[in-house]
């Protein structure tokens, strides 16, 4: 959106044509079972993105939900994922449909070139259509190969500016092995004791915390 500004000079007026609007950055307060996870969204890199996510965070849809996708287990680390209705309340028994659940809507890739897959950055998890993100997200937990890669297919839409130790314990908890399997599918990466999202809320720039250093996991 471009406005223009007019200020007042003598009897005529100065036209200052061509300014750029950009939204600011949003804040968001992630509680877990381990501890609070504060996060600075971006709508001016990721429009879409950000109006899906803060939607699905005003409509209570992150409450309860198992980090069902955890991998960490390699060096680099790589992500700790979130946000398939699938895994309400962690139902064991259920375990085989984690990480398969999307919503009926979809939002398109947003890459932004100023926005990477840095360890504490969010990023829009997503099937083999590149505009088929819905509700689940990631945190990138290093700045390995395998994280980096992502850029420029997955829309990176925000970051971690407090909590990233809540993170790293998220991502050191015990997971299933790559064999382990529920009604023959795959339930690797999955924690042995569910670790939850437990609520998201949107919060203020003034109650969101001064950022701290984020550090990769390992």
Not at 9 to 22: D, F
Not at 132 to 152: F, M
Request: glycine residues 10%; charged residues 10%.
């Amino acid at each position: 959106m471009v406005a223009a500004a007019l200020v007042v000079a003598g009897m005529g007026y100065l036209v200052y044509a061509n300014y750029v609007y950009q939204a600011p950055p949003l804040y968001a307060k992630i509680g877990t079972s381990l501890g609070y996870i504060y996060v600075e969204l971006f709508p001016s890199c990721a429009p879409k993105t950000v109006d899906n996510f803060v939607s699905l965070v005003n409509g209570g849809f992150y409450t309860d939900l198992v980090w069902h996708r955890i991998v960490d287990k390699s060096t680099p680390a790589f992500v700790i994922q979130t946000g398939d209705n699938n895994s309400k309340y962690g139902v064991n028994s259920t375990r085989y449909t984690w990480g398969t659940g999307n919503l009926a809507h979809t939002v398109p890739l947003e890459f932004c070139g100023s926005l990477h897959n840095y360890a504490g950055y969010l990023g829009m998890a997503r099937g083999s259509d590149p505009n088929s993100g819905s509700s689940q997200w990631y945190i990138n937990l290093s700045n390995g190969t395998a994280n980096l890669s992502l850029d420029p297919n997955y829309t990176v839409f925000g970051k971690v500016i407090s909590g990233m130790k809540v993170v790293c314990s998220i991502s050191y908890v015990p997971v299933y092995g790559s064999t382990a399997t529920q009604n023959g599918a795959s339930i690797a990466d999955q924690p042995v004791t569910p670790v939850f999202v437990t609520n998201a809320t949107m919060i203020s720039s003034g109650a969101a915390p001064a950022p701290q250093a984020v550090t990769a996991c390992k």
